[in-house]
């Protein structure tokens, strides 16, 4: 577990690294492949382009890059941390992604139950998984597990299906204006522009932005506006709200 530079959490865990998504903006892919380099001989197993490493792999946190890898020696890392903390679970990877066996996410699950100290966020672009698993009574609706989905283009998907649980948006990067008109089941909405040096970077308008809080604050929806939005909305703009901070 690393200390991180996300502003809406405090720490980043990846027992699981690397997604099929392919997405142009995705910063973890170039970490991946900054930080990482190729050891394909030290992989307990490998299959179907899948990977599974048990014990560390001393200075190459990503010896796969960004093929789906399972570090279960990561596992026990929450256990480690006595003080409460809200820890991105997966922030280097789609935990969810229709290619991540379920065994992952139950161990992954199972982990985060042994350190309830802590609140544990996740983000996918395929929320129909959340769906299924809910179904099959393999997601936990614990208080301190939040579950949300990336939103970047004009449609949404919604949580209807299991509007109990605690579920979020994160509409980052922001690249077109929201359809958003409709917040039921949502309890949080983080935004953030896109970053880094991207030909085609998309820089959005600030009445993109203002539409979002709108709609939110209608059924008094907490927005966390990340860094990103300051050269946009100014700081005196800024809105940096947690669901979990005006509870009873």
């Known amino acids: 577990m690393n200390k991180t530079k996300i502003e809406w959490c405090d720490s980043t865990w990846n027992p699981v690294t690397g997604c099929l998504h392919d997405c142009e903006y995705c910063y973890a892919r170039k970490m991946a492949v900054r930080f990482g380099r190729e050891d394909l001989d ?3 197993e490998s299959q179907n382009g899948l990977h599974c490493i048990y014990n560390r792999v001393e200075r190459n946190p990503y010896p796969y890059l960004f093929e789906p890898t399972f570090h279960a020696y990561r596992l026990d890392e929450p256990q480690k ?49 959340y769906i299924e698993l809910a179904d099959n009574g393999k997601l936990p609706n614990n208080e301190n597990m ?31 204006p929201l359809n958003l008109t409709i917040f039921e089941d949502i309890k949080w909405i983080i935004i953030g522009a896109e970053t880094g040096n991207r030909k085609d970077k998309v820089i959005p308008q600030k009445n993109w ?16 506006m990340k860094d990103s939005l300051i050269p946009i909305v ?15």
């Open 42 to 44: 030290r992989s307990e």
């Open 146 to 176: 939040w579950y949300g989905t990336s939103v970047t283009n004009f449609n949404v998907s919604y949580f209807h299906s299991f509007s109990t649980y605690n579920t979020f948006l994160s509409v980052e990067p922001l690249l077109t």
């Open 209 to 224: 932005i203002a539409d979002i809080c709108e709609a939110a604050d209608i059924t008094r929806i907490p927005i966390f």
């Open 81 to 129: 941390w006595k003080n409460p903390r809200t820890i991105f679970v997966c922030s280097m990877a789609d935990l969810f992604g229709e290619w991540v066996p379920d065994e992952w996410i139950e161990q992954v699950f199972a982990a985060c139950e042994k350190a309830p100290q802590h609140k544990y966020l996740f983000l996918t672009k395929n929320p129909q998984r």
């Open 234 to 248: 100014g700081e005196e703009n800024m809105r940096r709200e947690f669901p979990w901070q005006n509870k009873v």
